[in-house]
């Protein structure tokens, strides 16, 4: 069984910083992408950054050049700094994670709340 477990949302005012992280365990052996999702009120869920098994990494058009996203492979961790926050990040965060398998799975986590206001 795998699980993800995230930390670090919470109420930040606009331009402010926050860490989020995501710790994986359980039965993974081999990882192809770990990274981040977020989905607003009445929106779909999107892609905010992601790392792929040979180091490339992907951002959201959005969030290019406000975030970072780095792994931590000893760890199973993954982070998303995320700076110069706007209203428009606030979203449900959850941490993915994808398994090389037969078939290849993604598992989710529970979510965390980032909330961007003044």
């Known amino acids: 069984q795998v699980q993800l477990v995230e930390s670090g949302g919470g109420l930040v005012q606009p331009g402010g910083s926050l860490r989020l992280s995501c710790a994986a365990s359980?039965?993974?052996?081999?990882?192809?992408?770990m990274g981040w999702y977020r989905q607003a009120p009445g929106k779909q869920r999107e892609l905010v950054a992601n790392?792929?098994?040979?180091?490339?990494?992907n951002y959201a058009d959005s969030v290019k050049g406000r975030f970072t996203i780095s792994r931590d492979n000893a760890k199973m961790t993954v982070y998303l700094q995320m700076n110069s926050l706007k209203p428009e990040d606030t979203a449900v965060y959850y941490c993915?994670?994808?398994?090389?398998?037969?078939?290849?799975?993604?598992?989710w986590g529970q979510g965390t709340q980032v909330t961007v206001s003044s």
């Open positions: 993915n994670l994808v398994v090389f398998g037969v078939p290849t799975k993604a598992y």
């Open positions: 359980g039965s993974i052996f081999s990882v192809y992408a």
């Open positions: 790392t792929i098994s040979d180091d490339r990494t």
